[in-house]
């Protein structure tokens, strides 16, 4: 297998297409997901080489989308095969923390989040796959129950969480199956939230949503009220799926290499996935302080029209009261003209008051909105923190991996010097074992009857030539071993690094 690691002359992805990433989920598309009995297979799409037709190029829309939903089916397989055989062999109800059941709606997500349309909110482009399912109650009236439970629960705040608990509801109820046959046969109701090379338009879906017909012989039973289903991250753990390679009977070596390179795959994903995520939430930081900044300049504002109107309230009640002195000692043909001065300043007054009460509740409202502003940039740069600590162990991983690599390599190398050195002690013996046989044919000619140490000569030349025979037959079953490793993995040092 060639170089894993992702090419370096690919486009820097936008701020957009970031966000959108982080939103979904890795479906592997520089990789193709196959089943090996019982196991998961990662190849790289540059190594497989399918027909001797003219492919698509791999940077086709339709080719990647294609490959995406042929990859999320056979992990929804393996899902599902692994939840129903652990599950019966288990013999009890499964709950929230069981690791394949909690796998299995990863996948599920995954399934449905494949190829739906963004939807512009406040934050950016949003993507929530509760809008399909809140169709199945229109569909399959027996629906509308878990339906209105979800809406009913009052922990869940976004639609990935109602999404979320809707899914395990439909579990419980064991017509999960039903309702996505449902959902699926009618198209024209899902165009309006999927593309249409989406999982759920093509006829993948249908395969998925027959083979949840077998998960109705497990029993689930969640707590729905206690669970976080808003935050949680749905990520693929691929390593409950990759094969040991302790487990095979054939060669330890090779076992232990395609482990470690499944493994490697699945790590630099993983990292790939997380570096994603920390670039989008760098970005939603970005635009939240920039957002904090203008609304501290607006509030600055807001206080400095605050301090003038209640300069000029003051000024004008000290007219007024001036006014009103001035009235009280004037002789009484003079009060008409200043008691309609009184009463446009009084007027003035009215509109000045109710100029002030409306920037009190503007200010009250920017108020409010930047303290909601500043408990959503401390949970983001929480998250922040989070995603870099996992980001550290991956890596602390991955050196793990490469030392384990090398020291593979290595331990290659001194076989293959083993049987060099091996071969050449047979070349040795066969010339020696013809030089032997020359000699007892010229000792037989020479003499007129067998004679004894002709007899014991033949029988050290067929010893030595079955010893002869067996060396060369076991230098070549370990040059073919080493050789088919080699085969399997072109250019170790190239493939590993």
Same mark, same amino acid.
């Given at each position: ?69 042929? *990859?999320?089916? *056979? ?47 406040? %934050? ?42 809707? %899914? ?21 109701? %899902? ?73 490697? *795959? ?13 670039? *989008? ?60 001065? %009184? ?155």
């Amino acid at each position: 297998m060639s170089a894993l690691t992702p090419p370096t002359d690919m486009p820097t992805p936008t701020t957009d297409k970031i966000t959108q990433a982080a939103m979904e989920t890795i479906y592997l598309c520089k990789f193709r997901v196959s089943m090996d009995g019982e196991w998961l297979c990662l190849r790289e799409l540059d190594d497989i080489s399918l027909t001797p037709d003219p492919e698509p190029t791999h940077e086709d829309p339709n080719y990647l989308m294609a490959n995406e939903r042929m *990859n999320l089916m *056979n992990m929804a397989k393996l899902s599902i095969k692994g939840l129903i055989e652990s599950a019966l062999n288990l013999g009890r109800t499964l709950d929230s923390d069981y690791a394949p059941l909690q796998q299995f709606f990863v996948v599920m997500e995954h399934c449905l989040k494949h190829g739906l349309k963004a939807k512009k909110t406040f %934050l950016g482009q949003n993507k929530s796959f509760w809008g399909p399912l809140e169709l199945v109650e229109k569909l399959v009236p027996e629906a509308a129950e878990i339906t209105a439970s979800v809406k009913d629960l009052p922990g869940l705040k976004t639609p990935v969480g109602r999404g979320r608990a809707w %899914l395990r509801l439909a579990l419980m109820q064991k017509k999960l199956s039903e309702y996505m046959k449902a959902l699926i046969n009618k198209k024209e109701l %899902l165009s309006e939230f999927y593309e249409p090379n989406a999982l759920m338009m093509e006829e993948e879906g249908a395969i998925i949503a027959g083979l949840l017909v077998g998960l109705n012989v497990i029993d689930a039973n969640f707590c729905m009220k206690g669970e976080d289903l808003d935050s949680q991250v749905g990520v693929i753990d691929f390593s409950m799926y990759l094969k040991d390679g302790n487990s095979s009977k054939g060669s330890e070596g090779d076992g232990q290499i395609t482990a470690i390179l499944d493994q490697k *795959n699945y790590v630099e994903e993983l990292n790939r996935h997380l570096n994603a995520t920390v670039n *989008n939430l760098q970005a939603k930081v970005d635009a939240l302080e920039k957002s904090n900044t203008k609304l501290t300049e607006e509030l600055a504002v807001a206080n400095n029209r605050i301090i003038t109107l209640q300069e000029e309230m003051e000024r004008v009640k000290e007219e007024s009261s001036y006014i009103m002195e001035s009235n009280r000692k004037a002789p009484k043909p003079d009060r008409t003209s200043e008691g309609q001065a %009184l009463s446009e300043a009084r007027k003035h007054l009215k509109e000045e008051t109710q100029l002030r009460l409306d920037v009190e509740k503007e200010l009250e409202i920017q108020i409010s909105m930047r303290q909601e502003m500043e408990l959503a940039m401390k949970m983001l740069e929480k998250d922040v923190c989070e995603k870099q600590d996992a980001l550290v162990s991956l890596r602390q991983q991955l050196d793990d991996l490469r030392a384990l690599k090398h020291e593979l390599a290595f331990k290659l190398q001194s076989s293959d010097l083993g049987v060099k050195q091996k071969s050449e002690l047979n070349s040795r013996l066969e010339e020696k074992t013809n030089q032997m046989a020359a000699t007892i044919k010229q000792l037989e000619q020479s003499s007129y009857g067998p004679h004894p140490d002709c007899a014991r000569l033949s029988e050290t030349a067929s010893l030595l030539s079955w010893t002869t025979d067996s060396s060369s037959r076991t230098s070549e079953t370990r040059s073919t071993v080493y050789s088919w490793k080699w085969r399997r993995s072109p250019g170790s040092e190239t493939g590993l690094s």
